[in-house]
C-alpha cells in the first residue's frame, strides 16, 4: 500500500508556523518581486472575491479590507520545513519518493491492512507535532489512487485529512466521485475525449475497454487505467533525479542600465547556479546568459539577447563558470535600455567524474578545484556568500528582488531566531 502525503496551503501554512496569532486568518505568499499572489491558506481561498495571480498593486486595497495578511515568498524557509516533513514521513517507512517540495509517496506496504487508519492518522499528527505543518493523508494500492484518495481526504471535512482506500467498495465510491478532469495524469485534450465517450467519472472511465483506452490515450493511459483498476504500475522512486540543465533568473527590484550592477546580479546567479551543479556532482559543458527588457513596458525602449558559450572543458568551478558568462554578457550588453531581468543556464551537463579532461588545462582545473572547495568549506560554515568573487560585489540592495514583507529565516539564520518577548507581535501586513 501506498500513501501519499501532501502538505496543506504549505507556503502559507510555513508563515504561520512562527506566527500563531495568524490561525484562522487568511494568509496569501506572493511572487518575485512581490509581483501577484501565488499561495494563499483555505481562508484566503474561501474570499473567493479576491482573484488570485492578480497583480497585487491592483487589488491591495481589496486585500487590505478584507485584512489578508501578505508575506514575500520565503523559500530558503520553505525548503528546510520542507526537509523537516521528509524526515518526519520516513520514521514510518525507508522508501519516501519525495514528489514535490510539498508531497511525497510513502511505502506502507510493511504495515497490515487493518493498521492503515491508525499509521494514517498518526503521520498526520506526528508531521503536525515535529513541524507544525497540517497534512493531508490518502493510502490506497497504487500512487494514482493514492492521489485522488488525498483529494478526498481534504476535500471533505469529516474524513479529518485522512482516506483509506482499503475495500473494494470504497475504490469504486472514490472513483465514482471523482470527475474526469480530476485523474492524476489525465490532460485536457484526454478528458475531452473521454468524457465525449460518454464516460462522466473515473469510475466509468475504469470499466472501459483497455483496448480503447490504449488505442485513444496511448500507453500512458492504460497505465493510468490499470492503476485505478488496482494494478501497480509505477513504483516508489526514491533516486534523486540529476538534473540536465541547472539555470536561473530573476528580475530586478528596479530597471537597471548601469553595467556594472547587471555584472554583480549574473556573478551572484552564476555562484548559485554552480553550487546546485557542484551538489549533484555534475560539470556544465556550456553556459548560456540571457539579459532581457520589461516587455510590459509602454515607456521603455525593448531589447533581449542571449549568448551561449563552450567551456574549454566541462566544469563545476565558479571561477572558470564566472569567467565565461561575464564575456557573453558584454557581448550582448547594449547601452541605452534599462534592462529587467539577467539570468544563466548551465548546460551539456555530465557526470563530474567522467569529464573529459584536456591535455593542455589540467594544472589550471586542478587548482581552481581546490580554491573552490576552500570557498564552499567556509559557505557551509559561516553562511551563504560569505566568501564569494569579487565581482559579485556588495551592492545586493540595488538589483536583488523586492522582498518588504518576507519573514525571518527562522531555521536556518542564526541572527534571524525567533525571538519571544510580551509586546505585541507586530502587523507585517
Sequence with gaps: ????????????????VFRPDLQNKPVVVLSNNDGCIIAANKEAKALAHIPMFQPVFKIKDLLSRNNVVCFSSNYTLYSDLSKRVMDTLRDFSPLVEEYSIDESFVDLSHYKIEELEIIAHKI????YKNTGIPVGVGIAKTKSLSKIANKYAKKITKNNNVYVVDTESKRQFLLNECKIK???GIGKKHAIRIENAGKKNALEFANMPVDW???EI????ERLWRELNNMPCMKINTNIQVKKGIGTAKSFGFKLSNYGLIEEACSYYVSEVADLLRQQQSAATHIEVFLQTNYHSNTDKQYSNKIVLTLNEPTSSTIALTQKALIGLKKIYKEGYRYKKVGVNLLGLVPENEIQMSLFNSHKKIESKSITNVIDLLNSKYGKNKVKLATVG???KEWALIKEHRSP?????WNELMTISNKKTPNLK
Design 1 to 16: 500500500m501506498i500513501a501519499l502525503v501532501d502538505c496543506n496551503s504549505f507556503y502559507a501554512s510555513c508563515e504561520q
Design 124 to 127: 498526520k499528527d506526528t508531521v
Design 182 to 184: 480530476d485523474i492524476w
Design 213 to 215: 483506452v490504449r488505442k
Design 218 to 221: 496511448t500507453v500512458i493511459g
Design 394 to 396: 556588495n551592492r545586493e
Design 409 to 413: 529565516r527562522y531555521t536556518t539564520q
